[in-house]
């Protein structure tokens, strides 16, 4: 057992952590009850971005080993990335009253405070986890994102950096922030079925309308979910100078192209149903089902490759498309609401 944890630990540290929770999960099969291995399968969710996988597995250690100074460390972090932010601040409080002479946890409640832009709080608590560890390259790491950060947001008034706080708080724009960090990390990467499923599983814990995941012969090396794709990113952000009236443009030309793609494929196949009726249940949308209701117009149990030419077109649709729930507002057109606040 111990050399499989060697290798789970050797894999999170050359950045393959999505390898090391699928061994991590194996050997918790042997024995469930190990606090440890729990923590560490926490650990390892967090780096590859699960992080609402990593908080059950963190929050499982914590009730095996309570009161665990790491285990809190990393509970109240992930806790803070998923939004739970008082609650997060207080884990790592609590870990640092469980053990006073961890640099880390300072460090951690700091960044948790500047990621608000709360700067002389964060600055208090940096300070004291400098004082511990004054050379430590994690603790030199993030004063100097701090200063940057801190330095950036100078030039807005407080009633700005308030508002800004508000809008980071708000719940819509952090479960965008997950699903994009999530869809960037496993975009272009080949997935094993345990990490397919695991990927799927915290996409619908975000919120995000999940692919092809379900049916076996959908876990293939191209797994998708229906969030914006690390292509559509790229060709959005904004270059410098570019308005957003242009950006618009770029939108509707978008949105047109693809409804003609959808007309003519449901033209071939004879589909009893229309282009309106996509966008009607797109607009309409509650839950990740609604997606799988537009592919499975246009499946017609062909290979994986007809199966990705369909989802990538349905995808393109469900981001270009208005939404209700969006207000009225296509994904992408939150994402450029986002830049330009």
């Known amino acids: 057992m111990d050399e499989r944890i060697k290798k789970a630990d050797d894999l999170m540290r050359q950045g393959k952590s999505s390898s090391a929770v699928s061994i991590i999960k194996d050997i918790l099969k042997e024995t469930p009850e190990d606090p440890y291995l729990h923590y560490l399968l926490g650990i390892a969710r967090m780096k590859c971005v699960r992080f609402f996988l990593a908080k059950r597995a963190l929050e499982k250690a914590d009730q095996l080993l309570p009161n665990h100074a790491e285990n809190l460390r990393s509970l109240g972090w992930v806790k803070v990335m998923l939004g739970q932010v ?18 880390l946890s300072y460090i951690d409640l700091a960044m948790s405070y500047f990621h608000y832009f709360d700067f002389k709080e964060g600055t208090e608590w940096l300070e004291r986890g400098r004082a511990l ?12 994102t701090a200063k940057e950060m801190e ?47 695991e990927v799927q599983e915290e996409a619908q814990l975000n919120g995000a309308p999940t692919s092809i995941t379900r049916a076996e012969r959908r876990v293939k090396m191209n797994e998708r979910s229906s969030t914006i794709t690390e292509k559509q990113e790229r060709e959005f952000v904004r270059p410098r100078g570019k308005s957003k009236s242009l950006k618009m443009e770029e939108i509707l030309k978008k949105r047109k192209g693809i409804e003609k793609e959808l007309s003519q494929m449901l033209k071939e196949i004879n589909s009893p149903f229309d282009i ?65 606040k």
């Not at 609650?87 to 790592?92: A, H, M, P, T, Y």
């Not at 560890?133 to 100097?144: C, E, Q, S």
């Open 86 to 103: 008082e609650e997060g601040r207080d884990d790592l409080r609590k870990a640092i009253s469980l053990d006073l002479m961890n640099h």
């Open 133 to 144: 560890a004054p050379k430590d390259p994690y603790v030199l790491t993030n004063i100097k």
């Open 151 to 197: 330095k950036e947001f100078l030039k807005y008034s407080d009633k700005e950096i308030q508002k800004m706080k508000e809008e980071k708080l708000d719940p819509q724009a952090q479960r965008f922030f997950r699903i994009s960090m999530l869809q960037k990390y496993y975009t272009g990467k080949p997935l094993t079925q345990d990490e397919a499923k």
């Open 276 to 340: 309106e009726h996509i966008k009607d249940v797109i607009y309409h949308e509650e839950d990740s089902d609604d997606l799988m209701k537009i592919v499975s117009i246009f499946d017609r149990g062909g290979g994986a490759e007809e199966l990705n030419q369909i989802l990538e077109i349905v995808n393109d649709a469900w981001n270009y498309f208005p939404h209700k729930s969006l207000n009225g507002l296509c994904p992408m057109e939150k994402i450029l609401e986002y830049q330009e």
